[in-house]
């Protein structure tokens, strides 16, 4: 891949696999060709197959449900500053799963740089709208996944039409 960026927010690409949080630490969620790869931090793993997965996905940093709705808690912010939270807590991944249905979360360890909240929609929406369009599997294509957050990991200002037509369009031009 001949992106220069390849991060968005908490997702990152390390070794030419994309993970969700900081494999350095204890607890991240890896995008793999059978399903969605979690590895908690008492070191329990677990692979959710991506037909499973349905209903769009949901991110959340710092608690695992913060107050009206936000993306974000405070430690949650925290954990991206300079001083001695850097780099602590983490962030939870929620979705509704079938067969049997059920609300899951997943949780993932920080990295200790900032997460702007731009690159937190940015990624929420991708998210979202690649399961909504039933293409969960496509989170585990590293080449289209790289292409699409090259092109998102360009925006720094709010676009005019809204966060989803930008998505849209990025997934778009990243084709099949």
Known sequence: MDETR???GPLQLVEKRWVLGDTAQAAWVEFRPEGLYSR??????????????MLGMRLTLGGRYPAKSGQMTLPGWLGGLPGPFRGRGGGYLHMTV???YE???????RHPRWYSLMELVLLEELLR???HAGEAVRLADGDWLGRVVARLA??????PGGVQRVVREAREAAGA
């Open 98 to 100: 079938r067969h049997p």
């Open 129 to 131: 709208q690649t399961v």
């Open 103 to 109: 609300d899951r979360t997943v949780f993932f360890d």
């Open 40 to 53: 908690a931090r008492d070191g329990a793993e677990d692979v959710l197959p991506w037909p499973r997965i």
């Open 6 to 8: 390849t991060a968005l």
């Open 154 to 159: 360009e925006r720094r200002r709010w676009a």
